[in-house]
């Protein structure tokens, strides 16, 4: 209980203050600022389908290690996701923190950020209520792709969106993780002043505009995405399974 006490309020119980809250604020930002950037690399991974089912399955296979073992291991994938999916636990337990404990709790803030009309805690409200819808959507989709890890390709990837209707989801997580990841990366640099020079609401300025760069570029990316593997969901009567065949198959088979 005194630990609880510690960490959310930065005193101990015998009235000296603590370093827990500002290290647990350095570990929100570290793993905060890695899933932002893997977000953005994934994002630049999936739009690849824009190139070419053949580029996007030959980028695959590279996750796959194909390059070493014939064929590849998809088994790979899963070890990366669980990876992946640790890290955003802890992201989010940390998190929870900066929640609002109670709905009393929230109306306050919401009162106080509309008083204000202020864009950072605006941004600050969308991060939590995101974060909030994340620890539900985003598990979902790193649960699918932890356990199907062989069902990451044009056609098996298309066959999910379609036929398993997983493009609401998508759609929700595609607007929750890209602002979610572009306003952290913001916030953080805000916080932690790692761009501050000599005129500090200068910074702040280009920064903001950064961000809004950062979302429209992601967000308009995500979406050609989608609909590009929408499209190859409806124009190929693609069956349970059925794994997209290039005219060459084998990364080895290139190099020869």
Not at 140 to 156: E, K, R, S, V, Y
Request: glycine letters at 8%.
């Amino acid at each position: 209980m005194e630990n609880v006490i510690e960490a959310y309020t930065g005193v101990t119980t015998q009235g000296k203050k603590s370093r827990t809250p500002a290290k647990l604020d350095m570990w929100l930002t570290g793993t905060g600022v890695f899933l932002a950037l893997f977000m953005m690399g994934h994002m630049l991974f999936v739009s690849t389908i824009l190139l070419g089912k053949d580029v996007m399955y030959k980028v695959t296979k590279l996750f796959e290690l194909e390059f070493l073992f014939e064929g590849g291991i998809p088994a790979i994938v899963s070890v990366l996701v669980f990876a992946i999916s640790a890290i955003f636990i802890i992201h989010a337990i940390l998190g929870v923190r900066k929640f609002p404990i109670s709905y009393k709790s929230y109306l306050k803030i919401n009162e106080h950020s509309k008083m204000m009309k202020h864009s950072d805690t605006s941004m600050w409200m969308f991060q939590w209520i995101s974060g909030l819808v994340m620890m539900f959507a985003a598990m979902i989709h790193l649960f699918i792709m932890f356990t199907q890890p062989q069902n990451i390709g044009p056609f098996a990837s298309a066959y999910r969106v379609v036929e398993n209707h997983m493009w609401l989801l998508y759609v929700v997580l595609l607007i929750c993780v890209e602002i979610h990841g572009s306003v952290g990366l913001y916030r953080a640099a805000m916080k932690w002043g790692w761009f501050d020079g000599e005129n500090p609401k200068e910074t702040r300025a280009k920064l903001l505009k950064v961000k809004k760069i950062l979302s429209f570029v992601f967000l308009t990316l995500g979406v050609v995405t989608l609909l590009a593997y929408i499209k190859i969901g409806l124009e190929n009567d693609i069956a349970p399974g059925q794994k997209y065949k290039p005219e060459v198959t084998s990364l080895h088979t290139i190099e020869k």
